[in-house]
């Protein structure tokens, strides 16, 4: 197992919005590139943690399912432990809408232990183009594999065209 991480520190893998660096470092300053990677034998999904939830993003936001023979390609970020109460805030964790999870993610040096997310009690609904273009913004962002972001670029959308958490993020991109 390769990554080792200084004290005050933990490896975080995001595969959704905090894939691009600008969202995450709204609420987690400390974030920094570790490199990509690739979590198997899970799907990536969209939905919500209720039937009728209402959220930031107005649609399906992203969360990791187990399944064999899948992948799902992301981030690996070290994050100083200061941030994992915001971090986890930002989840949703002490509302019960994710439920942190330890993963082994292949990265070009090896297997690295990370902290990951993943919805309880999932109910399947399409994300907004907003959260979807903050996804596909990150997976460029760091370069995932063209095969995996032409993937991304293929979810449909709930059509949803007012205001969004996207409205706080200044990205060179845009």
Not at 50 to 57: I, Q
Not at 85 to 112: A, F, I, R
Not at 118 to 145: D, H, M
Request: a neutral charge; aromatic letters at 12%.
């Amino acid at each position: 197992m390769s990554g080792s991480v200084e004290a005050g520190f933990f490896m975080y893998f995001a595969f959704g919005s905090n894939l691009l660096k600008e969202r995450l470092q709204l609420a987690n300053p400390t974030a920094r590139f570790c490199s990509t990677g690739r979590l198997k034998d899970y799907e990536l999904k969209f939905g919500l943690w209720d039937k009728h939830a209402k959220n930031t993003w107005h649609g399906g936001v992203a969360t990791i399912q187990y399944r064999p023979g899948s992948e799902v390609w992301g981030v690996v970020w070290t994050l100083s432990n200061d941030n994992l109460s915001s971090l986890d805030n930002q989840e949703g964790v002490s509302l019960g809408k994710y439920s942190p999870l330890e993963v082994t993610v292949e990265t070009d040096n090896g297997t690295t232990l990370c902290r990951t997310y993943q919805i309880n009690n999932f109910y399947a609904c399409p994300p907004s183009p907003q959260y979807k273009r903050v996804v596909c913004l990150g997976a460029e962002q760091n370069r995932l594999p063209t095969d995996y972001l032409k993937k991304l670029e293929a979810i449909q959308t709930n059509d949803y065209s007012g205001p969004s958490v996207l409205d706080q993020i200044k990205t060179v991109s845009q």
